[in-house]
Each structure stands twice: as C-alpha cells, then as structure tokens.
C-alpha cells in the first residue's frame, strides 16, 4: 500500500463549481499533513496546512479524519486559475514530508 | 532574485553518461533537498541535508552522489545514466528540517531525458 495515496482524477468542473479530494495515509502515527498545488510543469508550492479541527483560506477548506486516516480539501466557487495538480502531503519519520501523486483538477469556462 | 534556483532547466544526454544538477538557495536556510519525479508525477525524496550534513538518503542508487559545499548549495551528481532516470529533479529548502509550517520551497525543476 502507497503512504499517500489520491484519485488521480482529472476532476473536470465548471466554473463556480465546488468540488473536493480526498487522500488517504497508510501511517497512522503521522501527525503533519499539507495540501500544495502543482501547476502543469511548475514547481510544488504549499497551499495550506491541514489542522486536526479543520481550518479553512478563503474558498479552500482542509479537513482530517484521524480515525479513517484521510485528508479533505474542499474548494468552494471553482476558479479557472484553480486547474492544477492538488498534492497531498503527510509528514513522515525524520521529518520527511511524503507526497501523493496528485489530483488533478480543471477548471472550464 | 530566484530564491531556489537550480541548473540546468533542461538536460538531454546518452546512457551511460555522467551529468550533474547544481542547485542554490539564497533564503539562508539550513535545509536542502533532492526530489525525483517521474512520469506518474510521483514526488519521492532522494536526500536531504542539514548544514551540508547528509541526514536523510533514501534508498537510491549509488550512482546518485550529492554533495553539499556550503549550506546555500546542494548539488547533484549522477553516473552512468540510465533510462529510468528521466525524470524531473527538483531541490528545495526549508528553514529547519521539513519544519512544523511544512513548507518546502522548490526550485523549477531540472527535467533530464536520457536517450
């Protein structure tokens, strides 16, 4: 079993749509986890933590679910700037951060 | 003003060559990293290094041999390439080790094809 694992998607959405992820994480014992946006061939930037009671950014939502092992991001009101790679992010031991493959999201007019 | 820049962008070389990433950062971070991903756009760790002390070296060939001068530079040294390593290598740096705000700051990436 992968230590991330995502539907790699691609998500086609229409603009103003909602939509969200998920991500699963096989290490229970982790206690870090981030969500970054890929753009096609850019590099990884972070988008935002994932707190253990939820936090929301604006139209970005992150949740966990400690006891299923999964991470949501939610995003509301679907921008076209938003079509990117959405990667999941679990800190693992010696502080390594560990990435999923990506969901992969577009955003249509 | 790039504040991880690595070189070169793109790198296109024979097997069985031996090519080198070099990578800078001028954020004045402690921590530098090497990331491969393939073309299922997995990002796997390769090293990491802490004040140019080698502290993370996943398990990756030993044709791959990092090196690290100063705590601003981590490069990459690759010999007798093969397929498989096309790739797109990125290095990042963070404040500390991966720390607790979990931000990595990525260079744009050095896609290598070997041929």
């Known amino acids: 079993r992968k230590e991330v694992e995502q539907d790699p998607g691609p998500f086609n959405v229409p603009e103003g749509a909602t939509v969200a992820f998920n991500c699963t994480y096989s290490?229970?014992?982790?206690?870090?986890f981030f969500w970054y946006r890929q753009d096609c061939r850019k590099e990884p930037k972070l988008l935002m933590s994932v707190y253990s009671s939820g936090n929301e950014d604006g139209r970005f939502t992150a949740q966990l679910n400690r006891a299923s092992q999964y991470i949501s991001l939610l995003i509301r009101d679907s921008k076209l700037s938003d079509s990117a790679t959405y990667l999941c992010v679990v800190k693992g031991g010696y502080n390594k951060l560990i990435f999923g493959a990506g969901t992969r999201l577009a955003v249509h007019p | 003003d790039t504040a991880v820049s690595q070189t070169p962008k793109y790198l296109v070389t024979q097997m069985g060559n031996d090519k080198s990433i070099k990578c800078e950062q001028n954020?004045?971070?402690?921590?530098m990293y090497w990331y491969k991903q393939d073309s299922k756009k997995f990002l796997k760790i390769m090293f990491s290094?802490?004040?140019?002390?080698?502290?993370i070296n996943e398990t990756v060939p030993n044709r791959f041999s990092p090196k690290s001068p100063d705590k601003a530079h981590l490069n990459l040294h690759i010999n007798s390439l093969e397929l498989g390593d096309s790739a797109v290598y990125f290095c990042?740096?963070?404040?500390?080790?991966?720390?607790?705000?979990?931000?990595?700051?990525f260079g744009e990436g050095s896609r290598l094809t070997v041929l």
């Open positions: 290094y802490n004040n140019k002390e080698l502290i």
């Open positions: 990042a740096s963070s404040p500390k080790v991966a720390a607790n705000t979990g931000e990595l700051f």
């Open positions: 954020l004045g971070h402690d921590t």
């Open positions: 290490n229970s014992a982790s206690q870090s």
